[in-house]
């Protein structure tokens, strides 16, 4: 459960941040996956709610956004959003794509006071 192991990274960067900021509580913490990134979103979020237990995030909301895939032709520089993981340009056929947004995963925002 590889979402174990982001949750804790996760944690640990919003409780630096919040000890940078002097932040005495995390209220929300806003993060974004790609959908190639392959974290089911329930199972994070449980995983992340376990990691921060009894410290100043115990109780933050966590929103998280998914990032669709979006491809590049290669052949012939066409951009589109992959729909039911189909691979090929949509607009040429060809099989020489590249990826350009889909794989990430980062933190948007921090809230507390």
């Known amino acids: 459960m590889h ?3 982001i949750a ?12 940078n900021e002097h ?3 995390v209220s929300r913490v806003n993060v974004s996956f790609g959908q190639l990134a392959g974290v089911v979103p329930e199972l994070f979020e449980t ?7 009894g410290t100043i995030a115990e109780n ?3 929103e998280i956004e998914t990032i669709p895939v979006k491809l590049k032709c290669s052949s012939c520089n066409a951009e589109y ?13 060809s ?10 995963m980062y933190v948007k925002s921090i809230e507390g006071e």
Not at 9 to 19: D, F, K, R, S, Y
Not at 81 to 91: L, T
């Open 47 to 53: 995983a992340f709610q376990v990691t921060v237990a």
């Open 3 to 5: 979402e174990l192991q």
């Open 60 to 62: 933050a909301a966590l």
């Open 95 to 104: 099989f020489e794509i590249e990826i350009i947004s889909g794989r990430e």
């Open 23 to 25: 932040l005495s509580k």
């Open 8 to 19: 804790e990274e996760l944690a640990g960067i919003v409780l630096e941040v919040a000890a």
């Open 81 to 93: 959003q992959v729909k039911e993981n189909n691979f090929v340009c949509e607009n040429c056929g």
